[in-house]
């Protein structure tokens, strides 16, 4: 295989999570109340004020789909090679994060109008658990055995890639039973759990008693 040849992989993603991160913000819409007699400040404070949760489910959908579009970046630059599998399990990746804005639109939705109910937020928060366990599968098809990974890859770094990946299916499983009883708390886990990831793989590289790299 050619040294290259991830390069039409790395694209097609980068579009298909531009296009998911950008649907998003079209679950952000104007106060359904306002009208013009009651278009003043205090009005429109109240109503955005209802909004915010809407809001911050956006905000912890979009950091969720970007830091997903910088860690699939991270990857490949340890993949160096591609084969049907990985290009059959990056479709099903692909699939679920232009998933993503449909259980945030449902979730905003049902929140807003029924701020007691959980059923969108079981959706949403299980459609994360399953994106974890692509993201995990899609890595471990890649590197085992060093399978499509270059040559000179730092075998470190792919350790502890592997060690952080290892509990995301976990943690998300964990806001997944947070669901069932608590709406709010699994938007904000959820955004916990985004910016944790967000963090690079060499920051979880640690040997026994080996204190955290700067």
């Known amino acids: 295989m050619n040294e290259k040849e991830t390069g039409r992989i790395e694209a097609f993603s980068d579009g298909v999570f531009a296009v998911a991160i950008t649907l998003l913000v079209l679950n952000i819409k104007l106060p359904a109340q306002l009208v013009p007699a009651l278009f003043d400040d205090q009005h429109l404070w109240r109503e955005l004020s209802g909004q915010l949760p809407t809001l911050f489910a956006f905000l912890t959908s979009f950091a969720t789909v970007g830091i997903m579009w910088i860690n699939h970046h991270r990857l490949f630059t340890h993949i160096k090679r591609v084969d049907t599998g990985l290009l059959l399990l990056n479709l099903l990746l692909l699939l679920l994060i232009v998933f993503v804005p449909y259980p945030t639109a449902l979730l905003t939705e049902q929140y807003a109008l029924s701020p007691g109910q959980h059923a ?29 990974l270059g040559k000179d890859v730092d075998t470190r770094a792919v350790i502890a890639i592997s060690r952080q990946y290892l509990f995301g299916p976990l943690v998300y499983l964990a806001v997944f039973g947070v669901a069932w009883i608590n709406t709010p708390a699994t938007i904000i886990l959820s955004f916990a759990l985004a910016l944790f990831f967000a963090l690079p793989g060499r920051a979880l590289r640690l040997e026994p008693f080996e204190p955290l790299e700067p």
């Open 120 to 148: 969108a937020a079981i959706v949403y928060s299980g459609t994360f658990v399953i994106l974890a366990c692509c993201f995990n599968i899609l890595w471990r098809y890649a590197s085992y055995h060093n399978r499509l």
